[in-house]
């Protein structure tokens, strides 16, 4: 029972580069998320999806975009990676609400 | 925005000490939850919270649901080394939309030198 997995754990990116950070979850659940971590901070939703089909901007969506590929994955792009998104990227995904959510053990990028 | 303010923003413990966390909203919450971050790992749900009033346990963890519904607490018992980490609040409207959670900004739980 794997949870949710997400895919590099480490990445380090030169300024204009893209790339693609991958989530899959096994659970079956209906929503998922994409959010990010910096130093000393708390979490901020970049983007989520509801329900398969369907995504949503969060609170800082600026220079990412997602795709819900199936129920499964969920997928978060930075087209032209810049030094700001330099963090820790987590995914994580929910069957409903009221339950909680189940974290991904993160992506560490870094933009140089 | 909704804002859920968690303090402290970091605490130092000794073992066998018992510390406390809080967090507090403007706005009434359906559910609060409660997370620990463990270094290089994701958050991890201990505790979730369903009513007004409800005081619920998780080994050496205790949290309430603040009966104004705009608060909830977390006590950590007898501490040990391994509770250092940080630890996030979380609360959700009933059927928010996608599920939110809106997230305290964390305490971080360090151990005296």
């Known amino acids: 029972n794997a949870g949710v997995t997400q895919t590099p754990k480490f990445q380090v990116l030169k300024t204009g580069q893209s790339m693609t950070l991958q989530c899959a979850q096994d659970m079956n659940h209906n929503s998922m998320y994409w959010y990010r971590q910096d130093p000393g901070m708390g979490l901020r939703l970049i983007y989520y999806?509801?329900?398969?089909?369907?995504?949503d901007k969060g609170e800082v969506p600026n220079g990412y975009n997602v795709s819900r590929l199936n129920k499964r994955e969920f997928s978060l792009r930075l087209e032209s990676a810049a030094p700001s998104q330099t963090s820790v990227y987590f995914c994580?995904?929910?069957?409903?609400?009221?339950?909680?959510?189940?974290f991904g053990s993160g992506t560490r990028l870094t933009v140089v | 925005g909704q804002q859920l303010n968690q303090s402290p923003q970091s605490m130092f413990i000794q073992e066998g000490e018992d510390v406390s966390m809080n967090c507090t909203s403007s706005?009434?919450?359906?559910?609060w939850l409660w997370y620990k971050q463990d270094p290089g790992e994701g958050p991890v749900l201990l505790i979730a919270?369903?009513?007004?009033?409800e005081l619920t346990s998780n080994g050496r963890l205790t949290a309430q649901f603040g009966i104004t519904r705009k608060d909830s607490f977390l006590n950590i018992s007898a501490s040990i080394p391994s509770d250092v980490g940080i630890y996030f609040c979380a609360g959700q409207l009933f059927k928010a939309a996608g599920n939110k959670l809106t997230f305290g900004g964390g305490t971080r739980v360090l151990v005296k030198p």
């Open positions: 919270l369903y009513k007004a009033g």
């Open positions: 994580a995904s929910s069957p409903r609400s009221g339950s909680g959510y189940t």
């Open positions: 999806s509801a329900s398969e089909g369907t995504t």
């Open positions: 706005s009434i919450f359906n559910t």
